[in-house]
């Protein structure tokens, strides 16, 4: 049976107040995070990440090196993230201690986030 797991994106840049001691070492002050693009062996830190909010809820664009770039929708639901465009499905899996990996069409990007127990409704 599988428990589901809540999954909240915690996304460090300079605007949020934090200093370099307190970050996640997934993520960098100026928004980076270590990604793996199409036939790459191994993950580097190349990719950045913005976040906004939106109607539908928190929004995040990945820009790769070569200035592509993926949206994914945060989810409420204990998936984590979501494909917010395209045909293209994202797949989540957790890689370590706040730490998940999303891959969609051949790219992976780590991303910071706070793993534990679905929270109920009303809570």
Do not use: H, Y
């Amino acid at each position: 049976m599988r428990v589901p797991i809540a999954l909240s994106l915690i996304l460090f840049a300079a605007a949020c107040g934090r200093n370099a001691e307190t970050q996640n070492a997934t993520t960098e002050v100026d928004g980076r995070i270590d990604c793996r693009i199409g036939g790459d062996t191994q993950f580097i830190r190349a990719c950045r990440i913005e976040r906004t909010r939106g109607e539908d809820g928190i929004l995040l664009t990945v820009t790769k090196p070569d200035g592509g770039f993926r949206r994914l929708m945060q989810t409420r639901d204990g998936r984590g993230v979501i494909a917010a465009d395209g045909a293209e499905q994202a797949e989540v899996r957790i890689v370590g201690e706040n730490l998940i990996e999303v891959s969609i069409a051949g790219d992976s990007f780590r991303l910071p986030a706070r793993i534990g127990p679905v929270p109920q409704q009303g809570q």
